[in-house]
């Protein structure tokens, strides 16, 4: 049997859209919100861990739900977007089989605005990204977690330096 790699990791994560997501704005009692579903994500990294050894992956985000709420100034433009989103997860390893299945959670997007009401983004985004999931294969009986402070500025993808671990 293949020893497993556990304990403490880092990796590079870098989004790659792979069926984008198609946002609806909806006012409702005076407020816009942002929301979208249906939508997948992936990136490929290389776990490092604290003991030396290297697992190449490839993760899978499937969004089911994102919402954010439009941020206006004291004269009602619109100034940021700021919300959530979350939906299930897929981590492959380097054969394609899924080892890891759980759910992600963008605990915080944030997007400043131009200030027109097509909500154009300008300066850097950032999401807190969690990821989690219990073993399947031959990491049944593991879970994996990963956390990530993601950002983008004028780069087509969210990247960040991520931190996690399987127990």
């Not at 407020?31 to 003991?51: K, M, P, S």
């Amino acid at each position: 049997m293949a020893r497993l790699a556990l304990g403490e990791f880092t990796c590079p994560i870098e989004f790659q859209s792979v069926r984008p997501p198609r946002p609806v704005v909806k006012e409702e009692g005076g407020v816009t919100y942002v929301v979208q579903g249906d939508y997948e994500i992936a990136f490929r990294t290389i776990l490092r861990f604290a003991n030396g050894e290297e697992l190449r992956i490839r993760a899978k985000l499937f969004g089911e739900s994102s919402q954010k709420v439009v941020v206006r100034d004291e004269d009602g433009k619109p100034v940021a977007l700021s919300g959530y989103s979350q939906g299930h997860s897929e981590i492959l390893d380097a054969n394609g089989n899924v080892i890891f299945e759980g759910r992600y959670y963008d605990t915080r997007t944030y997007q400043p605005l131009i200030g027109d009401n097509a909500l154009t983004p300008t300066g850097t985004r950032i999401c807190d990204h969690w990821l989690n999931g219990f073993g399947r294969g031959m990491y049944a009986g593991h879970a994996f977690s990963l956390g990530v402070h993601l950002t983008r500025q004028h780069e087509p993808a969210f990247r960040g330096e991520a931190r996690g671990r399987i127990d």
